[in-house]
């Protein structure tokens, strides 16, 4: 199979979907993959990597996704993106639809078949390809967030730890999944005091028991939700409905409860955001201010850590890779339906129930799509 790797030209993204172990590995099986030439820059990989492991490099980016079959890629495709997909061809990616109509819209256009990392699940009910990035980014949550709690940077002027004599700052992480566990256990590491919100209770137990008791563990009601709001000097927003918009969970009117020069961190706001008063932010202005509260949400967090982000995205990644390079994706569907679940859009049909209902689409049941 042709398989393309291009370049991410979205704002202050340095990944790469392949890393050249990857290519390596792909080409050992008889395929031909192309990099733009520099796609692995930002990463740490050079092109003499590349090429080492058996890819081609091309410098024309019209060529690169003219020629291919499947086109691997980190974030969603970008408008100049779409307008190169075509028919018969495959995208593997981080797609976060249902939070971006007219990305969806784009896509159906094309007539591609969009096969989404975020929504493959596993055996357990997990999702392995978001997996890695959730960890990365849960992580890197606590080192935004006390880097935007410094005075300079608009906040209250709060050391995270505290020092002898001074309290920690409280953090409270509403979530209690990938994203919400890493981020408390960094909190937890600085030395902060942690809240953690979940509606599982299940979830709660394993959290209590694994870090015995040294966070507290909440059910997220709305009141206990309010609570935390008007204790914590940062709050995560950790929540994930798999596929679905986010809930709106920190409202505005909450905002004028907290104190002036608190941290929101949002890392669901590919999903649209759990807090009221999100909007994108980039690498470049990552953050921004709302009636006193310092807001931070960058919609690819772990493109800061791009050469760590890009080798754990790929461990995730490349078993399904080469099923759909060695078998298609109708057959590599067709064969693991936790794979199947990944697929978002067909032809021009959605095959994702929650992002058709985002916006009052027809769905398709994806079955029906394997022929």
């Known amino acids: ?40 820059e930002g990463a740490g990989f050079t092109d003499a990597a590349f090429e080492a492991a058996g890819a081609r490099l091309e410098a024309d980016v019209a060529t690169l996704w003219r020629e291919a079959e499947l086109i691997l890629k980190v974030k969603e495709p970008q408008p100049e993106e779409i307008a190169r997909l075509g028919a018969g061809q495959t995208l593997f990616t981080y797609l976060h639809l249902a939070a971006d109509e007219a990305l969806t819209r784009g896509l ?3 007539g591609a078949t969009c096969i989404a990392y975020e929504t493959v699940t596993d055996r357990q009910g997990g999702l392995p390809l978001l997996a890695p990035m959730s960890t990365v980014a849960g992580r890197m949550a606590i080192q935004a967030g006390a880097h935007a709690l410094e005075k300079a940077q608009g906040g209250a002027g709060v050391l995270l730890p505290g020092v002898p004599g001074v309290p920690p ?27 953690v919100l979940d509606k599982s209770i299940v979830r709660l137990e394993v959290l209590d028991d694994r870090y015995q008791g040294r966070m507290r563990t909440l059910f997220a009601t709305a009141d206990a939700i309010e609570a935390a709001a008007r204790e914590a ?30 941290v929101l961190v949002d890392v669901a706001i590919d999903q649209g955001g759990c807090f009221e008063t999100s909007r994108p932010t980039t690498h470049a202005a990552p953050t921004y201010l709302v009636d006193g509260i310092v807001h931070y949400a960058v919609a690819n967090m772990p493109g800061a850590v791009a050469r760590t982000s890009t080798q754990a995205l790929t461990n995730a990644t490349l078993p399904f890779v080469i099923a759909l390079a060695d078998r298609g994706w109708r057959q590599a569907l067709a064969d693991d339906p936790h794979f ?17 209902e985002a916006f009052g689409l027809e769905w398709t049941d994806p079955q029906a799509l394997l022929g």
């Not at 991410?8 to 340095?14: P, S």
């Not at 256990?185 to 942690?194: D, H, Q, S, T």
């Not at 199947?340 to 058709?356: C, D, E, K, S």
């Open 108 to 110: 159906m256009a094309s």
């Open 1 to 40: 199979m042709k398989i393309a790797v291009p370049r991410e030209i979205k704002t202050h993204e340095y990944r790469v979907a392949l890393t050249p172990a990857g290519a390596r590995e792909l080409v050992g099986r008889g395929h031909a993959v192309t990099v733009q030439a520099g796609a692995g």
């Open 340 to 356: 199947l679940a990944g697929l978002n859009v067909h032809a021009g049909q959605v095959a994702y129930r929650a992002v058709a």
């Open 169 to 195: 700052a409280r953090v409270a992480v509403i979530g209690g999944g990938v994203v919400g566990e890493n981020a408390a256990r960094m909190a937890l590491g600085l030395g902060a005091e942690v809240t």
């Open 233 to 262: 000097d940062l709050i995560i927003g950790a929540v994930l409905v798999p596929g679905a918009a986010a809930p709106k969970l920190i409202t505005r009117a909450m905002l004028a409860e907290m104190r002036p020069g608190s």
